[in-house]
């Protein structure tokens, strides 16, 4: 639909648009880009589906956004024909509304070719009022597939946020993906109750450790923590280092009985001898 959309645009402002009524072209631009933005947007927000959320969303609106734009300024160029918009019960505005398109099936392996067929056969449906060579026909027909766009682009956005509801942006899904392997290499026995993984935990009035399900709160199986539980001799090891390195004193070589004892005190030289070399310096 947007692309019909803005096809009939860029024919409407080559054929509609002159030296006379926009003489420094600005009309032109602003319209043919409008409607060049909201194909940009959708294409880079459909891009952004795997990464993130929540710029598809912003793209999506951004879309939305040209198209109110490029509504405006054709609903201005027939009120300054003195001419409004059809109303939508008008036999002209039915006929249009009226009509579908077709569900896109990719069957060729060129998808732009495809894509490119499809969307030049879905136009046709809107040749006779598109095509017309009276540009209030043109005009109150593209009014009409805009608002059906923007009805299209609001429920999409919709479903963009209830996704994003249920399963976060894109730092979420990297800080759960992180969580998982950090639960995967911390993960300890099977949960008694629901038999995912179980984590290290303490408690908040002994600071005693226990096994905790990961799938808390949904599930709060517990399960005291035995020597042979996986994952423990590497805690207890790396606890035994900890305290070995903390708490253990400076070892000391034995010296034999029959030995003269070294002392380990360096030998300064004397005061009366630091003063005897400066004098004779």
């Known amino acids: 639909m947007a692309n019909i959309v803005q096809l009939a645009t860029y024919r409407f402002c080559k054929k509609f648009l002159s030296h006379d009524n926009d003489p420094k072209g600005r009309q032109y631009d602003q319209m043919t880009q409008a409607a060049r933005s909201v194909i940009a947007n959708i294409v880079e927000g459909s891009a952004r589906h795997y990464t993130s959320y929540e710029t598809e969303m912003k793209l999506t609106d951004v879309a939305r956004g040209s198209l109110l734009e490029l509504g405006s300024d054709y609903t201005t160029w027939l009120m300054q024909e003195m001419r409004v918009p059809w109303r939508k019960d008008s036999p002209e505005?039915?006929?249009?509304?009226?009509?579908?398109?077709?569900?896109?099936?990719?069957?060729?392996?060129?998808?732009?070719?495809?894509?490119?067929?499809?969307?030049?056969?879905?136009?046709?449906?809107?040749?006779q009022w598109l095509e017309s060579e009276n540009d209030e026909v043109v005009a109150n027909s593209v009014l009409l597939l805009l608002g059906r766009l923007v009805t299209m682009l609001n429920k999409q956005l919709e479903s963009q946020i209830r996704r994003f509801e249920q399963e976060g942006g894109f730092r979420e899904k990297l800080y759960a993906t992180r969580n998982e392997a950090r639960i995967r290499a911390e993960s300890g026995p099977a949960c008694p109750e629901c038999n995912k993984p179980m984590r290290k935990q303490k408690r908040k009035d002994d600071g005693s450790s226990f096994w905790g399900c990961t799938g808390y709160p949904e599930c709060r199986g517990t399960r005291s923590i035995q020597s042979n539980d996986s994952g423990v001799s590497k805690?207890?090891?790396?606890?035994?280092?900890?305290?070995?390195?903390?708490?253990?004193?400076?070892?000391?070589?034995?010296?034999?009985?029959?030995?003269?004892?070294?002392?380990?005190?360096?030998?300064?030289?004397?005061?009366?001898?630091?003063?005897?070399?400066?004098?004779?310096?």
């Not at 009509?99 to 067929?117: F, G, T």
């Not at 070589?253 to 004397?270: C, E, G, I, R």
């Open 235 to 281: 805690v207890s090891a790396k606890s035994r280092l900890s305290n070995n390195y903390n708490h253990s004193t400076p070892s000391i070589v034995p010296t034999s009985p029959t030995s003269p004892q070294k002392s380990q005190q360096k030998n300064f030289p004397s005061q009366q001898h630091l003063t005897s070399k400066h004098n004779t310096q």
């Open 93 to 127: 505005a039915r006929a249009i509304l009226a009509i579908h398109l077709d569900e896109a099936e990719y069957n060729d392996s060129d998808i732009v070719h495809a894509s490119c067929r499809h969307i030049l056969a879905q136009r046709e449906k809107f040749a």
